[in-house]
């Protein structure tokens, strides 16, 4: 039996793997054919098992549709996944949970059943955001743009030594480090969950092999050992959103132009009609023109460019839109990137590099045409406040 090999009751086993290992695609084979499993459990949830199972048709997706809904949050969990790889210099040949596929491929050929016991990544990664803190959110998008762009060379670990679980739990741990409100989402929720999809799948006697990323074994090991694990229902939650002192701020500022339209109006009666019709000029230039400008520096479609001088003006008053965003799907519906753009980041090392691939383009595009809308508020709100009191 493998040091990374365990036996729970009678008709439980758990095989720890290294995801970019030659040798642990090798292992699980081996297992499911001594073990001879009704079902084997994968540590993979819908959203990733499909990624990996279509990537090419995944690839190829245009990235306008990858913004709606719950995509966005796979698009950032493929991308860290492929930098922690970089970082790790793990150049085996071997994609990513391509021992889960080996798992999966096995047991087909054999008719075992097979379950994927993972929470989803969307729902992972959502509890994660809503409850960290504004300081750690920083950190961690600061982290997550140095991997993703390859800021730190690759550090030396032989594939072997990931295997080591203590090794590997550490790994697993530099997120929560970077932010320890999250450690038991990202950690500890994933284990209990894992764990109670083995047990339902063992509940009726059924032999269950479970296939598992090796800094898993120890947690997913003590729930099934009676270590009390919270409810599904509870671990599949996703808080609220919580109202933020900056989002204060942004409702405050559509009010407080608005009260000093009102404001006018009431004092000068209709002499102040001339002088609110200036306030809203030099409202829609000042934002307008910065948005655009933004976008233009990010060479942005002209079109890009347009929608950000239009939206600028309007998405200032409203706290729950961005002129970024606009600009960004504009871009996006025009450039057409794909996801094999946003895998391609990593690759880039020249301004030209920088400026072909497609996903990079709509990122500053949006983020310039954001930047330009809050300088834009920042310039004209002061100069209305103060031409109107002043």
């Not at 598992?212 to 996703?238: D, I, Q, R, W």
């Not at 057409?336 to 990122?363: A, C, E, Y």
Request: aromatic share 6%; charged share 25%.
């Amino acid at each position: 039996m493998s040091t990374l090999e365990r036996q729970i009751g009678g008709n439980i086993v758990l095989i720890g793997t290294a995801h970019v290992s030659k040798k642990s695609v090798e292992e699980v084979r081996d297992a499911i054919g001594r073990h001879r499993p009704d079902v084997v459990a994968i540590e993979l949830c819908k959203s990733r098992y499909n990624a990996i199972k279509e990537k090419s048709s995944w690839e190829e997706l245009p990235i306008s549709s990858m913004l709606k809904g719950d995509r966005a949050y796979m698009i950032l969990a493929q991308s860290f996944m492929g930098s922690v790889q970089r970082r790790l210099g793990s150049e085996q040949g071997v994609e990513p949970g391509a021992e889960m596929m080996a798992a999966l491929s096995v047991a087909e050929s054999e008719n075992i059943e097979v379950i994927l016991v993972d929470r989803d990544i969307t729902v992972t990664l959502k509890r994660a955001w809503r409850l960290m803190g504004r300081r750690e959110k920083f950190r961690l998008s600061w982290e997550f743009t140095k991997a993703l762009f390859g800021g730190e060379a690759p550090e030396e670990v032989a594939v072997d030594d990931m295997l080591e679980e203590d090794v590997l739990t550490a790994m697993m741990k530099e997120i929560s480090d970077i932010a320890p409100s999250i450690s038991n989402v990202l950690i500890g929720e994933r284990d209990a969950y894992i764990a109670s999809k083995i047990a339902d799948a063992a509940g009726s006697g059924k032999k269950v092999l479970a296939v598992l990323g090796a800094g898993h074994l120890k947690g997913v090991e003590s729930y099934l050992g009676g270590k009390k694990a919270p409810e599904l229902s509870e671990l599949e939650a996703v808080p609220k959103k919580r109202f933020s002192v900056g989002k204060a701020i942004a409702y405050a500022i559509p009010l407080l132009l608005l009260g000093l339209v009102a404001y006018l109006a009431v004092v000068r009666g209709p002499e102040a009609w001339a002088e609110i019709a200036d306030i809203f000029l030099i409202w829609v230039l000042v934002n307008g023109t910065l948005s655009a400008l933004g976008a233009a520096i990010a060479r942005g479609h002209p079109l890009s460019i347009l929608t950000a001088f239009v939206a600028a003006p309007i998405t200032s008053l409203n706290p729950a839109l961005a002129a970024g965003w606009f600009a960004g799907i504009v871009e996006a519906k025009i450039r057409m990137p794909t996801i094999r753009d946003f895998n391609g980041i990593s690759k880039v090392v020249t301004l030209k590099d920088f400026t072909r691939n497609g996903v990079l383009r709509i990122l500053v595009v949006m983020a310039l045409a954001n930047l330009g809308s809050v300088i834009g508020t920042a310039v004209a709100l002061p100069w209305i406040l103060k031409h109107v009191l002043g």
